[in-house]
């Protein structure tokens, strides 16, 4: 299969007024055109980072040390439309983790969509909210010509999240980071939401990152798994040979913490601290090693 996207020993720090911060420490990611693959990993892991990585939108100081980011299926250059062509690079969204502050509070849901639609493509107003109340229907968004014409806190945050994986993918990108996109959703609105991204990845082929730290929506949704700790790959694979047959102490650690009906609660073992506390020891140690 080929690949969408081949990060190879990425370094990424954030500079201090006195040191450079690592974040990113030697990471190699190959997203296989087509898959979804899962960035597991706990807070501060460094995943929405790797994320802004790739859509290009790292924060003011954070600097790419070393490494590099490449494309290989990505459009000949002269070959597409505007910006993405420009930058040799194949059009990426992201879908954000966050609904109602990814979206502008005092815009109608119509007018932002039309607005994205019109950043990619020529065309009247009329006909991109023709574009917009189709792409709502496909997200199964009930009564679209209404919602058009709604703001944001009019709607609930299920509907907030489909208007947005319905912007993600209006523009028919090659790759979707999504950041988290079912964690700030109930239950029972998350597992519509999922099915709703599996089955627009399915129906365009849409290559995604899916950032989570449920390993349970992994294991339901993606192909193959990255696991990061303190800004490493500590394990990566088939979604099925990592979750039988875990290497890493942190991926059996995290395995082992998940609640299953078939046991016991009592058995239920939280991630030792001390795997923890190794773990940011072991970065330490590189970062020594890197300087030295
Ligand atoms: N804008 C920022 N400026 C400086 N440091 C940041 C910024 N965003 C995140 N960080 C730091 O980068 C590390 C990784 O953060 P992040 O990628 O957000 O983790 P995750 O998404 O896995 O929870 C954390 O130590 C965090 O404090
Ligand atoms: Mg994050």
Redesign the pocket.
Same mark, same amino acid.
């Given at each position: 299969m080929s690949s969408a996207l081949v990060i190879k020993n990425l370094h990424l720090a954030?500079d201090n007024s006195k040191d450079a911060?690592p974040?990113?420490r030697g990471i190699n990611l190959d997203l296989r055109a087509g898959e979804i693959h899962g960035l597991v @990993? *706990?807070? @501060?892991? @460094?995943?929405?980072?790797?994320?802004?990585v790739i859509l290009e939108i790292l924060?003011p100081?954070?600097k790419i040390t070393e490494g590099s980011i490449d494309y290989p299926t990505r459009p000949l250059p002269g070959k597409t439309k505007g910006r993405s062509a420009a930058r040799h690079r194949p059009h990426i969204s992201l879908i954000p983790q966050d609904p109602m502050t990814s979206l502008n509070p005092v815009k109608k849901i119509g007018k932002q969509m039309s607005e994205i639609l019109r950043l990619n493509q020529t065309g009247r107003a009329r006909n991109m909210l023709d574009q917009a109340e189709k792409l709502l229907r496909e997200v199964k968004i009930k009564n679209p010509a209404r919602v058009l014409q709604q703001y944001p806190h009019q709607l609930s945050g299920g509907m907030r999240q489909r208007a947005l994986i319905a912007m993600a993918f209006s523009t028919k990108p090659q790759i979707i980071i999504a950041? *988290?996109p079912t964690t700030a959703l109930d239950v029972s609105v998350q597992r519509q939401v999922l099915r709703l991204i599996q089955d627009l990845q399915k129906q365009h082929g849409t290559t995604i990152l899916f950032?989570t730290?449920d390993l349970g929506v992994v294991a339901k949704i993606c192909n193959r798994v990255s696991l990061?700790h303190s @800004?490493m790959i500590l394990e990566q694979g088939n979604v099925a040979e990592v979750f039988c047959t875990p290497t890493h102490a942190y991926t059996r650690s995290l395995l082992a913490a998940i609640p299953r009906y078939d046991r016991p609660l009592r058995e239920l073992t939280p991630v030792a601290e001390s795997l923890q506390l190794q773990l940011q020891r072991e970065a330490r140690a590189y970062d020594h090693q890197k300087r030295n």
């Open positions: 954030i911060v974040i990113l @990993g *706990e807070s @501060g892991a @460094g995943k929405s980072m790797l994320g802004r924060p100081r954070a950041d *988290e950032i730290h990061m @800004g």
